[in-house]
């Protein structure tokens, strides 16, 4: 909703404060439409002051629609309503009288005011059914007055605004009403099973809401500073009341009237059960990481052993072979130790590839190997097949591509580029350039280029192909699907 307000807002001569208002208030204004069981609409005066845009609404979720339609982007000539021009000119709650509207639903016009100014209205539409209404909802409705007579003086939203939580409350989650000295003045049902699943024996109502939170609290480590704060309605903002047996979050709304603070609304969400996931979530990523740190350490072990074994063999081509299979193990290991640092489903790929590259340098200190580019964040399943065939270019452009007798040859690039689905590697070369015969898909094609082709078409469902490069040596270009 808030680009959806900043693209309207651009087409007005608000100022940038005035802007910066409107769009707290829409972050906030649920709490109001819920709190009132009513549908507001956001009217905002055109540039040329010859009526009123809407540049957003809200549905209650605590009862029924007044207003199923979406207006938003809706053109009002001056004259046409006339609550609306009477609450902007006035700077006053306008009300409908009776006889003016539909019966069944109750009409209200709060300016919105900034520095004195009026510079939006919204328009308040509710159901009329005040015999259907409980001590709950009517506890409900007032408190919607007073942060609509807060809107009407410019002291909602807060300039300070309100601390962001990952499961901000609503209405329905549970509501606390504080008088000014913090006391529980009331409190709906599902608050009241809040405090009681957090451990909480005694009656909630007539106790001080700062001391009862505090108390509650029992976890390991710093107790959050702000709680006292925000359980006793002085300060807007959210904290968390957290022991073994739940986990809440509260978030409070200072009531004020000519700058005084006459109350305070809390709101109050359960979310033992969020946080129990997340902690097993949290208990899942530090297993995974556990056993890619042990498979990076076996398979160093298997690396060392191999290398062991072909310093025993005197057959060159054996020694080649096992030497190959300690560089294929090294460039797995390296991407299993960068999935055990590493949090998340997506791997800085880039990071795996500058150890690929050093692996490589490792092989050949007198070739310059460079990388250039980048691939972002990408899969986890992903990374290990492209790792893989990286290390074989990069290995095969070291061993084939070089020229001895051409110190500019000794050169080798390996180049990604990334957009939102694909990969595309380059493994460039200035050496000697490939034999005129040189088949990647034929039999004689080495045991390199096989893995290769193997692990892009089939694991990374891509493609690869070698070609010269002008001036000199070769180039391959891996094209893969990342996502």
């Known amino acids: 909703m808030g680009d959806r307000l900043r693209h309207f807002a651009d087409r ?21 439409s819920d709190l009132a069981f009513a549908d507001l609409v956001l009217w905002v005066p055109t540039w040329n002051h010859t009526g009123f845009t809407a540049m957003a609404q809200v549905r209650p979720a605590t009862g029924p629609t007044s207003v199923p339609e979406d207006i938003v982007g809706r053109f009002v000539p001056r004259g046409r309503r006339a609550l609306l021009d009477r609450a902007y000119q006035s700077g006053l709650v306008v009300r409908a009288e009776p006889g003016q509207s539909d019966p069944r639903v109750a009409f209200e016009s709060i300016p919105v005011i900034v520095d004195g100014r009026s510079i939006a209205v919204i328009a308040r539409q509710a159901s009329n059914r005040s015999d259907q209404r409980g001590a709950l909802e009517e506890a409900y409705l007032r408190s919607a007055d007073d942060l609509i007579a807060m809107i009407s003086t410019g002291e909602f939203p807060f300039a300070e605004g309100l601390s962001s939580t990952d499961a901000p409350p609503r209405v329905g989650d549970g509501l606390i009403r504080l008088d000014p000295r913090g006391v529980v003045a009331m409190a709906s049902p599902n608050a009241l099973s809040a405090f009681h699943r957090l451990g909480l024996a005694a009656d909630l109502l007539g106790a001080q809401l700062s001391a009862t939170a505090t108390g509650l609290t029992r976890t390991p480590g710093l107790v959050d500073e702000a709680l006292g704060l925000v359980a006793s309605g002085r300060s807007p903002g959210a904290a968390q009341v957290e022991n073994s047996d739940a986990s809440v979050t509260l978030r409070s709304i200072p009531l004020k009237r000519d700058g005084q603070l006459v109350g305070a609304l809390v709101l109050v969400r359960d979310v033992t059960d969020l946080r129990r996931r997340e902690r097993a979530l949290l208990t899942k990523d530090s297993t995974i990481r556990e056993i890619h740190h042990r498979v990076k350490n076996n398979l160093q072990t298997v690396a060392a052993l191999l290398r062991l074994q072909a310093r025993q063999i005197s057959e060159p081509a054996g020694r080649a072979a096992l030497s190959d299979a300690v560089r294929r193990v090294g460039a797995i290991a390296v991407v299993h130790e960068t999935l055990s640092t590493q949090e998340g489903d997506d791997v800085d790929f880039d990071e795996v590839a500058d150890r690929v590259v050093a692996l490589t340098r490792d092989l050949a200190v007198d070739v310059e190997v460079e990388r250039t580019g980048s691939a972002g964040r990408m899969p986890a399943g992903v990374v290990t097949p492209l790792a893989m065939s990286i290390a074989e270019l990069l290995s095969n452009a070291v061993a084939h591509g070089i020229s001895d007798s051409d110190p500019h040859s000794r050169k080798v690039r390996l180049i990604l580029a990334r957009n939102e689905r694909r990969v595309t590697v380059e493994v460039i070369d200035s050496g000697i350039g490939m034999p005129s015969d040189f088949d990647p898909a034929g039999a004689d094609s080495g045991l390199g280029t ?26 391959v270009v891996i094209d893969a699907l990342v996502r």
């Open 12 to 32: 007005t001569d608000l100022r940038p404060a005035d802007r910066d208002h409107l769009l707290a208030l829409v972050e906030d204004w649920t709490l109001v």
């Open 450 to 475: 096989r893995i290769v082709r193997t692990l892009v078409t089939e694991e990374l469902r891509g493609s690869v192909s070698w070609e010269p490069h002008v001036p000199q040596g070769t180039r």
